[in-house]
C-alpha cells in the first residue's frame, strides 16, 4: 500500500481491506484495498483535493448502494467511496432536491407524501438517487431524463458545479457521466402536482408487478442485460431454453429471465460465467448482442 489512508485522514470513516461482498446487492465481490464513507460533501471533496496534493494516483470507484453491479472476485486496488452518508432529501414546491446516496424508492416516498407526480415507476427500483442519474434508470415507460431538472457534481479538482439536464446528454441506460470523472453529490427533480390516490394507486401497481414478476427473495444485480432494439432480453433468454440455467450458485431466474440471482454462495466469477453463456447463446440463435445494463467493476 503506498499511502495509510487510515493515519493520512484522521477521523473519517476509512476503513482498510474490505470484503466488498459484504455491500453488494449480488453478496458477491472480493476485498476493496480501501473504502471511504463520507459523511458530507465537504469531506468527499477533500479527500478527493487532498489525495491530488499529496500525489497519490489511487483508482478511485465511486458507488451508490451497489445494487446494479458486480464486483469481480479479484477485489478493487485503491479507494472504494460508498456514497450512502449522502441521503438528504428536501422538498420544495414541486422540487425534490436528494442526495446522491438516497433510496431513489425514499424519493417517490417523499414524492408521494407531497402529492407530487412523475416518480411512481421508480416507487420499487432498489437504486440510488446517484446511480439512477449516472445509468438514466428507467421501468414501465418512466426514465429518470424526463423528470431530472439538474445534478450537482465535483470535479475531479473539487470543483462543486452544476448540470443541466441538456448537459448530461442522457440516451438508454446512459448518460455523458459515463465519460467524465465528475462525482454525482445530488440530483433536483422538478415534479407536477397530482392527485393522491392516483399517485398511491399506480405505486402500488407496479410494486406489485414486480414482486410478482421479480426474483426479489434471491440477491441479484438487478436487470442484467440491456433491451435490445426491438425485442426484450428477458422474452429471448426465455425462448432460447436458458432459464433456470445455473453456473456455481448463479442462476439464470426461473422467475423473470433477465435476472441473474444468487442461489447460494454463488461468486462474481459465476455470474460473470453465466452472463457470457447467455450472451453466447443469444447471438448463436438470434444474431443479437445483448449488452450488458449491469457494470462489472473489476474486470
Same mark, same amino acid.
Given at each position: 500500500?503506498?499511502?495509510?489512508?487510515?493515519?493520512?485522514?484522521?477521523?473519517?470513516?476509512?476503513?482498510?481491506?474490505?470484503?466488498?461482498?459484504?455491500?453488494?446487492?449480488?453478496?458477491?465481490?472480493?476485498?476493496?484495498?480501501?473504502?471511504?464513507?463520507?459523511?458530507?460533501?465537504?469531506?468527499?471533496?477533500?479527500?478527493?483535493?487532498?489525495?491530488?496534493?499529496?500525489?497519490?494516483?489511487?483508482?478511485?470507484?465511486?458507488?451508490?448502494?451497489?445494487?446494479?453491479?458486480?464486483?469481480?472476485?479479484?477485489?478493487?486496488?485503491?479507494?472504494?467511496?460508498?456514497?450512502?452518508?449522502?441521503?438528504?432529501?428536501?422538498?420544495?414546491?414541486?422540487?425534490?432536491?436528494?442526495?446522491?446516496?438516497?433510496?431513489?424508492?425514499?424519493?417517490?416516498?417523499?414524492?408521494?407524501?407531497?402529492?407530487?407526480?412523475?416518480?411512481?415507476?421508480?416507487?420499487?427500483?432498489? $437504486?440510488?438517487?446517484? %446511480?439512477?442519474?449516472? !445509468?438514466? /434508470? @428507467?421501468?414501465? &415507460?418512466? #426514465? =429518470?431524463?424526463?423528470?431530472?431538472? +439538474?445534478?450537482?457534481?465535483?470535479?475531479?479538482?473539487?470543483?462543486?458545479?452544476?448540470?443541466?439536464?441538456?448537459?448530461?446528454?442522457?440516451?438508454?441506460?446512459?448518460?455523458?457521466?459515463?465519460?467524465?470523472?465528475?462525482?454525482?453529490?445530488?440530483a433536483t427533480f422538478k415534479l407536477k402536482p397530482g392527485e393522491a390516490s392516483a399517485i398511491d394507486?399506480?405505486?402500488?401497481?407496479?410494486?406489485?408487478?414486480?414482486?410478482?414478476?421479480?426474483?426479489?427473495?434471491?440477491?441479484?444485480?438487478?436487470?442484467?442485460?440491456?433491451?435490445?432494439? $426491438?425485442?426484450?432480453? %428477458?422474452?429471448?433468454? !426465455?425462448? /432460447? @431454453?436458458?432459464? &433456470?440455467? #445455473? =453456473?456455481?450458485?448463479?442462476?439464470? +431466474?426461473?422467475?423473470?429471465?433477465?435476472?441473474?440471482?444468487?442461489?447460494?454462495?454463488?461468486?462474481?466469477?459465476?455470474?460473470?460465467?453465466?452472463?457470457?453463456?447467455?450472451?453466447?447463446?443469444?447471438?448463436?440463435?438470434?444474431?443479437?448482442?445483448?449488452?450488458?445494463?449491469?457494470?462489472?467493476?473489476?474486470?
Open positions: 500500500m503506498s499511502v495509510n489512508l487510515i493515519q493520512s485522514f484522521p477521523g473519517f470513516d476509512i476503513k482498510a481491506d474490505v470484503e466488498l461482498a459484504n455491500y453488494t446487492n449480488t453478496k458477491v465481490g472480493g476485498h476493496a484495498e480501501w473504502v471511504f464513507w463520507p459523511k458530507s460533501v465537504e469531506q468527499l471533496r477533500y479527500v478527493l483535493v487532498e489525495l491530488q496534493n499529496l500525489n497519490q494516483t489511487l483508482p478511485i470507484t465511486v458507488l451508490g448502494n451497489a445494487s446494479n453491479i458486480i464486483v469481480t472476485d479479484q477485489g478493487l486496488a485503491g479507494l472504494v467511496i460508498f456514497l450512502t452518508n449522502l441521503t438528504s432529501i428536501e422538498v420544495h414546491d414541486q422540487q425534490i432536491k436528494a442526495g446522491a446516496g438516497a433510496w431513489l424508492i425514499d424519493v417517490t416516498r417523499q414524492a408521494q407524501r407531497h402529492n407530487l407526480a412523475g416518480l411512481e415507476w421508480a416507487a420499487g427500483i432498489p $437504486g440510488s438517487v446517484g %446511480g439512477a442519474v449516472y !445509468m438514466n /434508470a @428507467g421501468a414501465y &415507460g418512466g #426514465q =429518470v431524463d424526463a423528470w431530472l431538472e +439538474s445534478v450537482e457534481v465535483l470535479t475531479p479538482t473539487g470543483e462543486l458545479q452544476t448540470l443541466t439536464t441538456a448537459q448530461l446528454a442522457f440516451a438508454y441506460r446512459h448518460s455523458v457521466l459515463h465519460d467524465t470523472d465528475d462525482v454525482i453529490v445530488s394507486a399506480l405505486m402500488e401497481d407496479y410494486n406489485t408487478r414486480r414482486a410478482s414478476k421479480q426474483p426479489l427473495e434471491f440477491p441479484s444485480c438487478g436487470s442484467v442485460f440491456k433491451r435490445p432494439e $426491438g425485442h426484450f432480453a %428477458g422474452k429471448l433468454i !426465455m425462448d /432460447a @431454453g436458458l432459464q &433456470g440455467y #445455473q =453456473v456455481g450458485g448463479a442462476q439464470v +431466474s426461473t422467475k423473470h429471465a433477465g435476472f441473474i440471482v444468487n442461489k447460494g454462495n454463488a461468486t462474481a466469477t459465476d455470474y460473470i460465467a453465466v452472463i457470457k453463456h447467455v450472451q453466447t447463446i443469444i447471438k448463436e440463435q438470434y444474431e443479437i448482442d445483448l449488452e450488458t445494463e449491469v457494470k462489472i467493476f473489476g474486470a
